[in-house]
C-alpha cells in the first residue's frame, strides 16, 4: 500500500488541482474513501450549518450540489450517457455508438433531474439531527459508491479507455486495503460491512449489465453504478 498514491486519487476523482497520474491512481483505488471522507466533512458541514440560517430545503440543495463541486461530474456524466444509450433502438453496436456519443440526449437529462432531486429529498429527509449525522450521511453513501468502483472492476472485461485502465490495474488484494482504509475512518459504523457489499454488489452487477449489452463494461457504466450506489447509501441510511 503506497501512501504517496493518494495525490493521484485525489487528481483524477476529484476537482482539487493535483497533479497526479492516471496509471499510479489506479494502482492506489483504495484510497477512494479518504474522498468520502472530505465529501461527508465539507457537504454534511454545509447540510447543518445552513439549516438554521437557510432552512432544509436550501441547506440540502447547497449540500448535494458540494458533492459534485467535489468530486466534478465524471460519473454524472457517465450515468448520464448510459441512460441515453438504454434508450437507443438497435442492437450492441447502436448501443455503443450511442453511450460514446458525446450530444445530451433528453433521456439524460431528464434522469439526472430526478437523481439530483431524488439525492436533495432525501438530505431533506435526514432532519436536523446532529453535525456527526450528516456528516455520516453523505460519507457513508459516498462510500458506497465508491464501493461500487471496487466492485466494477471485478470483471476484466472492458472497452479501451479509462475504465480498462482501472481494470488491468487492479489486483485482490486492493480489496481489503479498501476495507482497511474504510475501516480506519469509520470504526463505528454498525452497518459498515453491509454498505460496503451493497456498493461492490452494485458495482459488479452493472459491470454485467455493461458486458450484456454493449459486449464489455466500459467507464460509464462504473460512473453511472458510482451516482446509483450513492443514492441507494442514501436510501438506506434515512430509513433505518
Not at 74 to 93: M, N, P, Q, R, T
Not at 114 to 120: G, H, Q
Not at 205 to 229: C, P, Q
Amino acid at each position: 500500500m503506497k501512501i504517496r498514491g493518494v495525490k493521484d486519487i485525489f487528481s483524477f476523482f476529484t476537482l482539487f488541482p493535483f497533479k497526479g497520474d492516471i496509471i499510479k491512481a489506479a494502482n492506489s483505488i483504495y484510497f477512494l474513501p479518504l474522498i468520502s471522507l472530505v465529501v461527508g466533512l465539507v457537504s454534511g458541514s454545509i447540510r447543518f450549518y445552513l439549516y438554521d440560517f437557510a432552512g432544509s430545503l436550501l441547506a440540502s440543495i447547497a449540500a448535494v450540489i458540494s458533492v459534485y463541486l467535489i468530486t466534478g461530474i465524471i460519473h454524472l456524466d457517465g450515468f448520464a450517457d448510459f441512460v441515453d444509450s438504454l434508450f437507443a433502438k438497435g442492437g450492441k453496436e447502436q448501443r455503443l455508438k450511442v453511450l460514446k456519443d458525446p450530444h445530451v440526449g433528453v433521456a439524460s437529462v431528464v434522469s439526472i433531474y430526478f437523481l439530483l432531486t431524488l439525492m436533495t429529498t432525501l438530505t431533506y429527509k435526514i432532519g436536523n439531527n446532529s453535525l456527526v449525522h450528516d456528516i455520516l450521511f453523505f460519507t457513508v453513501s459516498d462510500l458506497m459508491g465508491r464501493a461500487s468502483i471496487i466492485g466494477s472492476l471485478f470483471g476484466k472485461n472492458y472497452h479501451d479507455g479509462l475504465g480498462k485502465i482501472f481494470a488491468e490495474s487492479f489486483k485482490l488484494q486492493y480489496i481489503f486495503y479498501f476495507l482497511a482504509v474504510s475501516l480506519l475512518l469509520l470504526p463505528l459504523i454498525n452497518f459498515f460491512y453491509l454498505s460496503i457489499f451493497i456498493g461492490f454488489l452494485i458495482g459488479y452487477l452493472f459491470y454485467r449489465l455493461g458486458v450484456k449489452l454493449y459486449g464489455a463494461s466500459g467507464g460509464d457504466i462504473i460512473g453511472s453504478a458510482v451516482e446509483i450506489s450513492r443514492l441507494v447509501g442514501m436510501i438506506i441510511i434515512c430509513f433505518i
